[in-house]
C-alpha cells in the first residue's frame, strides 16, 4: 500500500461525509478540514478504524475564541496524525456561543480527557459525554474562562495587584 | 553565621554566663533547615546555591528537608500560581514552629512579570514573609545574602516571641489557626 498524501485523505473524507465537511484548504502543508461540529466524533472514529488512513493518534485538542464571527464564535480544534502514512491533519468545528456542546472523543482516545478538561477551562466548551468534565489547569473557584476574548486587557478595579510595585500609581509612592 | 565568639556574656573566673534566649537563638541560627520550595528558574538559583560552588553548607545548612515537619525555614522560589497557593499555606503550617519564611525572586515576592489572572501577585497574600530577595532571578549571593538576613532575625528573635498576642495578631491576619504554643492548628 502506498502512503496516502493529503488529496487522499480528502477525497475519502468528502467521499465518506459529503455535505457535513464545509470547508477545506491546506495550511503549510496540512490538511485542514472543518466539519459539522455534530459530525466530528463520527469522523474521528471513522478516520481512526480506517485500514488506510489509520488515524491512530490524536496530537491535541485546543480551543479558539472568534468574538466577531457571529454564529461560529467558538472553535474546536482536533490536531490528529497517522504513524502509518507520517500524515498529520487537522479537523475543525465551529459552534455558537449559545450552544456550546460537542461530543466528546474520549471513547475514542484515552488522551482527550485531559485534551478536553483544558478546552473546557479556558473556554468553556462543553464536551458531551466526557466522563469528568472539570477544570484543570486553573483553581476549581473560578467562574470565567480566562482565554476568551471578551476581558479588557487591564481590569483597573483589580485588587489582587499592588500597583504601587509597577508604576500604575505614581502618586502614592 | 553565628560565632560563640560573638555571643554576649558576662565572664567570671571559672563561668561565663548568658541568657538561655541567646544561646538558643545561637544554636538555632547555626542549625536552619532550609524546606526549598522551588517552583521556577529561581528553583535552579537556588540549586546553585546549594551546589559546590557556593555551598550554602557552610550556614549550617548541609541538610536540605524536604518535609516541612522538620523544616525551619521555608524558602520559596519562583512563581506562585492562586491554583498552588492553598498547597504553599498547607506546607507552612505543617512546618513546627520556630519558622522563618525566605520569599526568593520577583514571583514570590510580587508575582513578578506574572501581572495575570492565574498567578498569586506576591506570597505575602497567604503567607507571612521575614525576608525577602529580589531579582529575576537573583543570582547566589543575593540568595546567600537572604539567607544571612534570616540567620540575623533568628539570633535576635525571643524564644517567647511565637507565644505573644501579636505573634497570634500576626497569624489572625493570614488566617491561620495557631495553639497556645504558636503551632497551626
Known amino acids: 500500500m502506498e502512503k496516502q498524501n493529503n488529496q487522499e485523505y480528502l477525497t475519502a473524507i468528502q467521499a465518506a461525509f459529503g455535505a457535513d465537511v464545509l470547508a477545506h484548504e491546506e495550511a503549510f502543508g496540512m490538511l485542514n478540514v472543518e466539519l459539522t461540529p455534530a459530525r466530528i466524533h463520527d469522523a474521528i472514529a471513522w478516520l481512526q478504524q480506517h485500514q488506510d488512513l489509520s488515524v491512530n493518534y490524536l496530537t491535541n485538542i485546543a480551543g479558539i475564541h472568534y468574538p466577531e464571527s457571529e454564529g461560529r464564535e467558538f472553535a474546536v480544534v482536533y490536531q490528529l496524525h497517522s504513524w502509518k502514512n507520517n500524515l498529520r491533519l487537522r479537523i475543525k468545528g465551529y459552534l455558537p456561543k449559545d450552544n456550546l456542546h460537542i461530543a466528546s472523543i474520549t471513547d475514542l482516545f484515552a488522551g482527550a480527557n485531559w485534551m478536553e478538561r483544558e478546552t473546557y477551562d479556558f473556554f468553556g466548551i462543553i464536551f458531551d459525554g466526557h466522563p469528568d468534565l472539570r477544570r484543570i489547569l486553573n483553581m476549581d473557584d473560578m467562574d470565567y474562562f480566562p482565554m476568551r476574548k471578551e476581558y479588557v486587557l487591564e481590569d483597573a478595579t483589580r485588587e489582587d495587584k499592588d500597583d504601587r510595585f509597577f508604576g500604575r500609581n505614581n502618586n502614592e509612592l | ?185
Open chain 2, 1 to 185: 553565621m553565628g560565632k560563640i565568639e560573638d555571643l554576649e556574656t558576662i565572664n567570671g573566673e571559672g563561668y561565663q554566663l548568658t541568657t538561655l534566649d541567646k544561646a538558643i537563638a545561637l544554636a538555632r541560627a547555626n542549625s536552619v533547615w532550609p524546606l526549598p520550595f522551588a517552583t521556577s528558574c529561581c528553583g535552579i538559583e537556588f540549586m546553585a546555591t546549594m551546589g559546590s560552588a557556593y555551598d550554602l553548607s557552610r550556614f549550617g545548612m548541609e541538610r536540605m528537608s524536604f518535609t516541612p515537619r522538620q523544616a525551619d525555614l521555608l524558602i520559596v522560589a519562583g512563581t506562585i500560581s492562586k491554583k498552588l497557593g492553598p498547597v504553599l499555606k498547607r506546607v507552612y503550617e505543617q512546618m513546627a514552629e520556630p519558622k522563618w519564611v525566605l520569599s526568593v525572586g520577583a514571583c514570590a515576592c510580587s508575582g513578578g512579570i506574572f501581572d495575570t489572572y492565574s498567578v498569586l501577585q506576591g506570597i505575602d497574600r497567604i503567607i507571612p514573609v521575614d525576608v525577602y530577595v529580589p531579582g529575576c532571578p537573583p543570582r547566589p549571593e543575593q540568595i546567600i545574602e537572604g539567607v544571612m538576613n534570616i540567620h540575623e532575625l533568628v539570633k535576635k528573635e525571643s524564644n517567647r516571641r511565637r507565644y505573644s498576642e501579636e505573634y497570634k495578631h500576626l497569624m489572625d491576619t493570614y488566617q491561620i489557626d495557631i495553639d497556645q504554643h504558636g503551632e497551626a492548628k
